[in-house]
DNA sequence: CAAAAACCGGAGATGGTGCCTCGACTTCTT
DNA sequence: AAGAAGTCGAGGCACCATCTCCGGTTTTTG
């Protein structure tokens, strides 16, 4: 349960500046998996971060070690919000919020939707916080169900894929309209409801014809140059 | 409006065997894009027609122009699909048949959901079609809106978010179960209608826990050594 | 039937990418 | 001040897709 924060103190205090550069690769690597997703390059890590490639080798082994290093914690606040959706009053409320909640922090963030959606990436670690969420996930949607609230013939195994589904329409939109997701979703989860319930107002409003041009431009597009030369943030020269 | 069947003809009728393998080539192309996306080779599209690269190269100058050709007609197909749908009885089944319909198509070509979606592939000859589709769209659903069934803030651009929403689906869980998408697409309709309307019976059973797992593992897979090695179907050696 | 024209095949040229290493140099710690 | 720890980034290596080239084959023509 409670697992060590710093493990690898025992070893050797990293020295000043290294333990720096650590963090810096760290942050860097959120926001360009973030927003380039898991194909991203160390490479393209080490030059936001303003370091060179060597240091990102020296401190992870490789790309797939420092993944995992960076998102073992968000898969835990992730797994947090599960047990607190349980505890909500009302059971519908508690799963519609949670799905809300991790749809929101997917839509900002590439790298966590391909981590949490493929078996590709990390390592054992992450499948075990994984796993740990499966029985979380089960309770919060039964006792939705038991309510009455949420339609019976809903499975576990449907939240990955409404993940997913909403997951493309985020990638296909969000030049465009970084916002539009919650249009989706709210559609989605208008057809989840057991009971009958009027149509949800959507919480957006729908593209018009040259933004879902826009959009279709932006999809698929075979190589992209260079999407962005990444500003590199550094103190003291 | 009617195109010339055979515009080639003027020049010069291609000999005997290079018009067979012009058609092999374009059989080839589309079980290879078809099953692999737009991503395949012209390599592997001429390795599964049993013919040498340049033979393809000879009778395409690119890979766009190979594209162009084999899409155009299944986009005719998908138009036509619309103007039928129009003179359907009922306003919202004519909606829904038509979803049901072009996303089936969808489900079992992966080329054909990367053209319709993207702008990236094909020439002008796609984009006129695909243009004389968005008021036939338009009108669909207007029809649906005004006899009260269709949810009145749906716009036109939505359906194409509902094709990659959808489209997601199929790609995450073709391999596992093909037919998996119906049940994604049942969900989001019931979420379409005005009416409350009783929840739908899903037409497919969820996935269990070594389904998804499975699914998992097949997503996003960094490279894939050799999926399997496309069978040659030859007549004469 | 033979010559000419059209065509085929597939190795490899070309240009590109990503992962990671290495050795000369710099900075920190004691 | 010495030596341990850390940094840099060019470049090695391995991979991949597109498209070309030309000796050899098949079809058509006269």
Redesign the interface.
């Known amino acids: 349960m409670t697992r060590d924060a710093a493990p690898a103190a025992s070893a050797r205090p990293l020295r000043r500046d290294a333990e720096l550069n650590r963090r810096r690769i760290l942050e860097s690597a959120r926001a360009v998996f973030g927003k380039r997703g898991?194909e991203a390059t160390l490479d393209d890590v080490a030059h936001h971060a303003g370091l060179g490639v060597g240091t990102v080798y020296r401190r992870f082994p490789s790309k797939e070690h420092l993944v995992e290093a960076m998102f073992v914690e968000q898969l835990q606040e992730i797994a947090d919000l599960a047990e607190q959706a349980l505890s909500a009053e009302d059971p519908w409320d508690g799963f519609v919020d949670f799905v809300w909640r991790t749809v929101e922090l997917h839509s900002g963030d590439r790298g966590l939707r391909?981590i949490m959606?493929?078996?590709?990436?990390g390592h054992e670690h992450v499948a075990e916080v994984k796993a740990h969420m499966?029985p979380l996930i089960t309770r919060l949607m039964e006792r939705a169900q038991e309510s009455g609230q949420l339609?019976a013939?809903?499975?576990?195994?449907?939240l990955?894929?409404i993940h997913?589904?909403?997951?493309?329409?985020v990638e296909?939109?969000s030049a465009v309209e970084p916002h539009?997701w919650r249009?989706?979703l709210a559609?989605?989860?208008?057809?989840?409801?057991?009971e009958?319930?009027?149509?949800t107002?959507?919480p957006h409003p729908?593209?018009?014809?040259a933004?879902?041009?826009q959009a279709?431009?932006a999809?698929?597009?075979?190589r992209h140059p260079h999407p962005a030369t990444p500003p590199i943030p550094r103190e003291k020269p």
Chains 1, 2 share one sequence.
């Open positions: 898991l391909e959606l493929s078996k590709a990436f499966v339609r013939d809903l499975v576990p195994t449907d990955p894929l997913q589904m909403v997951g493309a329409a296909y939109t539009l249009r989706c559609l989605i989860l208008d057809g989840l409801r057991a009958p319930g009027r149509a107002e959507l729908g593209l018009d014809q933004e879902i041009d279709m431009c999809w698929r597009q075979p």
